[in-house]
C-alpha cells in the first residue's frame, strides 16, 4: 500500500469503504475464492445486485426496501472483486477486470437512476404549484447522473495517481496485446474512460493525498449508499430521492468545485 512521508498508511477508499465495505469484502473474498469464483464472476454478481435493486425500487410496498439492502450489498461486493483478484494468480489482462468491474458500476448507476425516473414521475410531488411529470423527472434525473459520474470520475482519478502501481498508467503496454472482438472493446472503453476521467479532473489535475480525502466524501459508494438509505425509507418518505437529487446536483457539485478550485490555485 502507498505511504505517506511520514510512514502513516495512505487509505486510498471511501470511509464507507474503509470501515464497512473492505472488511466485509475481505471476508466475503476468502470464500468466494475457496469456491472458485473468479474476480470477473464477483463484478458480474455485483452487476446483478445492482440492476437488482434499480428493479426493487420501481416496485410498491416492501420492495424498494429489499431494493436499498441489494445496493448495500452491491456496494461491498464491489470491493470484493478486487480482493479475489488478489487471492487468485496475477493476470495477464489486468486491465480486464477493471473494465468489467467499471461496466458493473455503470450498470448498477443506470439502473438506480432509471428507477428514480419511473419513481419521481408516478409520486405525484408538487414543487412551487408544478407537478413533477415524466419529462421534469427524466431532466433531474439526468442530471444527478450526470453529477454522479463527474464525482466519480474525479474521485478515481485522483486516486489512480496515489496508486504505487495503476492499470491506467500502464495501459499502453497492453496496447498491442492479442485480445479477442469483447476484449478489444473493453480495452477501447477503459482508455476513453481514462482520457475522460483527466479532463473531468480539470486543468492541471489537482492531486494529491489530502485533496483525495477530500473528494472521496462526494465519491460513488457514498452516492449509492445515500440512494440505497432513500430507497429503504420510501415507503415512509417517498421524497427522499428527490432530496437526494437536489442535494448533489446543487451543495455535492459545489463542494467538489470549491475542491478542485482550490486544489488547483
Known amino acids: 500500500m502507498a505511504t505517506l512521508t511520514d510512514s502513516r498508511p495512505m487509505i486510498l477508499d471511501e470511509r464507507f469503504d474503509a470501515s464497512v465495505s473492505r472488511p466485509v469484502a ?3 473474498a476468502r470464500g468466494l ?6 474476480a470477473d464472476q464477483v463484478s458480474m454478481i455485483a452487476a446483478g445486485l445492482g440492476v437488482s435493486a434499480g428493479l426493487c425500487f420501481t416496485g410498491s410496498g416492501l420492495w424498494p426496501v429489499l431494493g436499498g439492502l441489494l445496493l448495500l450489498g452491491m456496494v461491498v461486493t464491489d470491493c470484493a472483486d478486487g480482493e479475489v483478484a488478489r487471492l487468485s494468480p496475477p493476470s495477464d489482462k489486468p486491465w480486464r477486470g477493471r473494465m468489467l468491474d467499471g461496466v ?8 438506480v437512476h432509471i428507477a428514480m425516473v419511473v419513481v419521481l414521475a408516478r409520486s405525484g410531488i408538487v414543487i412551487g404549484g408544478y407537478p413533477l411529470g415524466v419529462f421534469e423527472a427524466f431532466l433531474l434525473v439526468v442530471a444527478g447522473f450526470v453529477s454522479f459520474s463527474w464525482k466519480s470520475s474525479v474521485v478515481d482519478d485522483v486516486k489512480q495517481r496515489l496508486k504505487p502501481v495503476s492499470i491506467d498508467r500502464d495501459l499502453e503496454q497492453y496496447r498491442d496485446q492479442k485480445k479477442t472482438l469483447f476484449e478489444k472493446l473493453l480495452f477501447l472503453m477503459l ?3 481514462v482520457k475522460t476521467a483527466e479532463r473531468l479532473t480539470g486543468q492541471g489535475r489537482p492531486g494529491g493525498y489530502e485533496v483525495f480525502r477530500q473528494v472521496a466524501i462526494v465519491g460513488p459508494s457514498h452516492h449509492l449508499v445515500a440512494i440505497a438509505v432513500a430507497g429503504i425509507l420510501s415507503p415512509i418518505a417517498p421524497t427522499l430521492y428527490l432530496t437526494y437529487l437536489l442535494l448533489t446536483i446543487g451543495p455535492g457539485n459545489l463542494y467538489l468545485w470549491g475542491v478542485l478550485y482550490r ?3
Open 33 to 38: 475464492h475457496r469456491w472458485g469464483f473468479s
Open 26 to 28: 475481505r471476508w466475503m
Open 263 to 265: 486544489a488547483g490555485r
Open 191 to 193: 482508455v476513453n474512460y
Open 104 to 111: 458493473a458500476d455503470l450498470a448498477t448507476v443506470l439502473s
